[in-house]
């Protein structure tokens, strides 16, 4: 048995029977029950372990293996050194744009910011429901007859608009303190850019919502003000661009089942602490179940609350992932090969210089983007190909 035990610099937020404890820098994080909490106090306070085990005894009655509670806080890297002896971790990741302090941002916490912003939303809406005809329909982006050029402008304003709803919530959270960073990522086959603020648990509510919802505000704000701009002075492909691609933007916030920003705003509001990782194994001991092949999963460790939204979220994200690969099948696999068809045979029979390069960029945009998923789908899941790797060269 050890004696004494060094933690991490820690935080802690009460929520609900439970508290939240965890490192702000690295994002990890556990749920403790009353009695966990009393003993990392009591670990915390320079106890050894024997003595912490028989002072938390004597005040609950209750016997805890504290071995193994300090083994699984080493686990979720919260522990620094067990009797002198460092605990080997993962440095923090690097945050994106260090230079911005908390203290610079922290204006963007403020309500008079967020009831501006609101006020904005709701003149552009106002003005799009009393002039509906301000609403471009597709046909806006396709601006050029050359597909390069569409292509070209579409990508450069989406990825623009993204990094804007990126920064915004890069921002917000790093004028709560947590570092964050942004960097891509995949959602079945979309390739995207996505905001690690994970330390974001340990703020209270208010600010973990402004989080949450601050990229959603940002591109609501960009539509509105795009409706304003073409009400005083007349339609332009640049806001009918713009306002599509916000409202396309938008509309994916509703997949949830992606793990977009309202599925962070409805798993803080519902309570769950990983619903999107508890509802696969709830879908997987149902799929055992109906196999035959009943196992336990860690749907029954949670709270019959917490199990009641992990089914109908369950229902969501099964529902949701096969109509997504649904539509990838017959719909964005054909466009994409009728598109690399057409410009491989223009680079090999067309002689006009025009179509020869509009047929390059095109295979170039495309290549890009699916390099560029690759990398990020194996930065995810590589590791699991390594450890099967190493399995199987001992096996």
Do not use: K
């Amino acid at each position: 048995m050890t004696n004494r035990v060094l933690l991490h610099e820690l935080g802690v937020r009460r929520d609900r029977e439970e508290w939240i404890v965890g490192r702000i820098s690295t994002g990890d994080f556990v749920a403790l029950p009353e009695v966990g909490m009393r003993a990392l106090q009591l670990l915390q306070s320079g106890l050894p372990i024997a003595d912490a085990q028989s002072r938390l005894r004597q005040e609950t009655g209750r016997t805890l293996d504290i071995d193994s509670f300090v083994r699984g806080l080493a686990e979720a890297g919260l522990v620094a050194a067990i009797d002198g002896n460092p605990v080997p971790a993962v440095a923090p990741p690097r945050p994106t744009l260090p230079w911005i302090r908390p203290v610079s941002v922290r204006w963007t916490l403020s309500p008079v910011l967020h009831i501006c912003v609101a006020a904005v939303i709701a003149i552009g809406t106002i003005i799009l429901v009393r002039q509906p005809s301000l609403l471009p329909n597709w046909r806006a982006i396709l601006w050029s007859p050359s597909g390069a050029a569409v292509l070209f402008t579409q990508i450069t304003v989406g990825w623009l608009m993204l990094l804007i709803h990126e920064l915004a919530h890069l921002v917000t959270a790093r004028a709560a303190g947590v570092p964050g960073r942004i960097a891509f990522g995949t959602r079945l086959q979309f390739l995207v850019v996505q905001t690690d603020v994970s330390g974001i648990w340990l703020a209270p509510r208010r600010v973990r919502l402004t989080v949450y919802l601050s990229g959603i505000a940002v591109d609501c704000a960009l539509c509105a003000v795009c409706v304003m701009l073409s009400l005083l002075t007349g339609p332009h492909s640049v806001y009918s661009i713009v306002l599509l691609t916000g409202i396309a933007m938008l509309a994916t916030q509703a997949f949830v089942f992606m793990r977009t920003d309202l599925y962070f705003l409805l798993q803080d509001l519902t309570g769950c602490r990983n619903m999107y990782s508890d509802a696969i194994a709830y879908v997987r001991r149902g799929l055992a179940r109906l196999m035959g092949r009943p196992r336990p999963g860690p749907i029954t460790e949670v709270s019959r609350r917490e199990r009641r939204w992990l089914t109908i979220y369950g229902i969501v994200l099964v529902g949701g992932t096969i109509a997504c690969l649904g539509v990838f099948v017959t719909i964005t696999l054909p466009v994409t090969a009728t598109l690399v068809v057409r410009s491989v045979r223009a680079l090999t029979s067309s002689h006009r210089l025009a179509a020869v390069v509009d047929a390059a960029a095109v295979l170039a945009i495309l290549t890009t983007s699916q390099l560029l998923w690759l990398r990020a789908w194996w930065r995810r899941h590589g590791h699991r190909f390594h450890r099967r790797s190493r399995s199987d060269a001992r096996l």
